[in-house]
């Protein structure tokens, strides 16, 4: 007898949520409720990243950077839900992990754009700054696209949906920690960055763990 295409997909998700230990992705789950309060805390200069995405920033300085910087942040949210789905028996279909797969690939394509000013030596910033952010911010995308390309067929939907959404979040999130590092203010006016900072190692052990996981094998 054969499957149908919706119990393919539920046998394809239930894969997905062996992947990794379930305390592991419990983990993941709280730190994702933390990202997703990060868009509306002071990241610099008491600006938060809802503020660079509305222009709202100090000084009237808000421009398509800020925005283009700003709205990864927001990857959080859809990152959450697809964690809650690994936790749980709900599913999302394939043309929803294809929309969230699209939005990832868009959000990397603007922190690309974001990082064209230090590939131009155009952002006033050092030398070493600048090849700090492009080695994370491009190196992260680059090296999770090719292994998703390469392991496509081993890796699933919903894992590599949410490998996609990592990667643009990664990739954004370390270039900002880099380029507010020096930032003035206190930790009340730049929660934001701390608690990114706090965040960026747990995210990045996620994705890797997702990258190298190879079926035949156990975490």
Not at 112 to 123: K, M, S
Not at 128 to 137: A, I, N, P
Not at 153 to 160: A, V
Not at 184 to 196: D, E
Request: net charge positive; charged share 10%; glycine share 6%.
């Amino acid at each position: 007898m054969h499957s149908t295409p919706r119990q393919s997909h539920a046998v394809s998700q239930f894969q997905d949520r062996l992947v990794l230990p379930y305390w592991f992705r419990a983990i993941t789950l709280i730190v994702w409720l933390a990202a997703c309060v990060i868009p509306f805390l002071p990241f610099a200069l008491s600006t938060s990243a809802l503020d660079a995405v509305l222009f709202h920033v100090p000084g009237n300085q808000g421009n398509w950077w800020h925005f283009l910087a700003g709205v990864p942040f927001f990857l959080a949210f859809p990152v959450l839900w697809l964690t809650v789905q690994t936790l749980g028996g709900s599913q999302t279909t394939p043309a929803g992990l294809r929309i969230f797969s699209g939005i990832a690939v868009f959000s990397g394509l603007g922190t690309i754009l974001v990082e064209v000013p230090f590939l131009l030596h155009l952002a006033g910033t050092s030398a070493w700054q600048s090849f700090t952010v492009l080695s994370l911010g491009l190196g992260t995308l680059v090296f999770s696209a090719a292994v998703l390309i390469f392991r496509r067929r081993s890796i699933r939907p919903l894992t590599r949906s949410i490998a996609t959404l990592l990667a643009a979040y990664l990739a954004n999130a370390f270039l900002c920690l880099v380029v507010y590092a020096s930032s003035p203010g206190n930790p009340s006016t730049r929660s934001g960055w701390f608690i990114t900072l706090a965040l960026v190692g747990p995210i990045a052990l996620e994705l890797l763990c997702i990258l190298v996981y190879k079926p035949e094998t156990r975490l």
